[in-house]
């Protein structure tokens, strides 16, 4: 079946623009995590939604960043006033409700501000 | 989730089994260990995970000592396209929650 889907795929930006990125998770997954990755670290944790309730919130980098989940399916990460750090790759992953919970993760989306 | 520690670069032979250390001596007893791998370029992958008894699948098997504090994943056949990152990550498998990523082991495959 389909997998995570990410787009862009690739976004350059200009310092001070606004830009969002897109993931649409595995059909029937309940979950859906965020995650960021610059050039040559490891993966940092953003945000995750799962079902109804409450998003955890607490890996947002500041108030800059932002993330919606409309209709308990696609989700919209959206970064105003980008900075040069905010480059890296933008990871989206999903998962079932379930005893393993693993994730399965989309293929990023590079940003890079200017 | 509880930290784990794993060493920061291992090498194997193309064919051999490839054997990676992970100690997790902080586990509690509603957490499960799993490992995802990422590939140059690529999203993290999930391989396996386990709670106390031993697992294998298709991809690999992991071995979780008797008192849980450590375990060894393990790729019988290692082939080039296993050079990645492996990380071993302890967290609570019955409920969604996000993942905590340490840096990680990264496996080259030598000819």
């Known amino acids: 079946g389909a997998g995570v889907s990410q787009s862009p795929s690739n976004k350059v930006t200009e310092k001070g623009k606004d830009v969002e990125l897109r993931c649409d998770p595995i059909?029937?997954?309940?979950?859906l995590y965020w995650y960021r990755q610059s050039l040559g670290q490891g993966l940092e944790f953003l945000i995750y939604?799962?079902?109804?309730?409450?998003?955890?919130k607490s890996g947002l980098p500041s108030d800059r960043f932002s993330a919606e989940r409309t209709g308990g399916s696609v989700s919209t990460l959206t970064i105003q006033r980008t900075q040069q750090e905010d480059s890296a790759v933008y990871l989206c992953?999903?998962?079932?409700?379930?005893?393993?919970?693993?994730?399965?993760f989309g293929p990023g989306t590079r940003l890079t501000v200017l | 989730d509880a930290k784990t520690t794993q060493p920061p670069s291992m090498d194997c032979a193309e064919g051999r089994a490839a054997n990676l250390p992970c100690n997790h001596s902080?586990?509690?007893?509603?957490?499960?260990v799993y490992w995802y791998r990422q590939i140059h370029s690529q999203g993290p992958q999930y391989i396996i995970h386990?709670?106390?008894n031993n697992e294998t699948n298709e991809m690999a098997s992991l071995i979780i000592t008797e008192d849980r504090k450590s375990s060894t994943l393990i790729l019988p056949h290692a082939t080039l396209r296993d050079t990645a990152v492996y990380y071993c990550?302890?967290?609570?498998?019955?409920?969604?929650?996000?993942?905590?990523f340490g840096s990680g082991t990264r496996l080259s495959i030598r000819p």
């Open positions: 992953a999903s998962s079932r409700r379930g005893q393993s919970n693993e994730q399965f």
């Open positions: 059909s029937g997954h309940t979950a």
């Open positions: 939604f799962q079902g109804n309730s409450a998003p955890d």
């Open positions: 902080t586990i509690s007893g509603n957490e499960y």
């Open positions: 386990g709670l106390k």
């Open positions: 990550i302890v967290r609570v498998g019955s409920s969604a929650s996000k993942i905590i």
